[in-house]
């Protein structure tokens, strides 16, 4: 049984700072399971297709999308139990749905999209809203 669940969702201005956080309990936390993972933050605004916003493997390499390099900011706790999504300087286009995700696939590298849409786990979402 995989659970993910989000929060820390709401309302900002534009330049101000959320932090989201997904709680996981999930097979990788079974100490017999060798198999790595990878989590991540994903986003869907109302009319677009879904996007990566940012992720981190099983080696700690992190990836982020162009739009919010420099911006946002994903961490895990010791335990991989927790996943973090700092966002700084926010803006209304970081208005969307955020999800949280995580796939039995231990390398960013082979996660494409598809790899997470079909084998991925995902929480049921938290709503960022972002004014001008």
């Known amino acids: 049984q995989v659970q993910l669940v989000e929060s820390g969702g709401g309302s900002a201005q534009t330049g101000g700072s959320l932090t989201l956080s997904c709680a996981t309990a999930?097979?990788?936390?079974?100490?017999?399971?060798?198999?790595?993972?990878?989590m991540g933050w994903f986003r869907r605004a109302p009319g677009k297709e879904r996007e990566k916003v940012a992720a981190?493997?099983?080696?700690?390499?992190?990836e982020y999308a162009d739009s919010v390099k420099g911006r946002f900011s994903i961490s895990r706790d010791a335990a991989q139990t927790t996943l973090f999504l700092q966002m700084n300087s926010l803006k209304p286009e970081d208005t969307a749905m955020y999800y949280c995700?995580?796939?039995?696939?231990?390398?960013?590298?082979?996660?494409?999209?598809?790899?997470?849409?079909?084998?991925?786990?995902w929480g049921q979402g938290t709503q960022v809203t972002v004014s001008s």
């Open positions: 999930s097979l990788k936390h079974d100490t017999t399971k060798t198999m790595g993972w990878s």
């Open positions: 995700a995580e796939v039995p696939v231990p390398e960013l590298g082979i996660a494409t999209m598809d790899v997470w849409t079909t084998f991925g786990y």
């Open positions: 981190i493997d099983s080696l700690a390499a992190i």
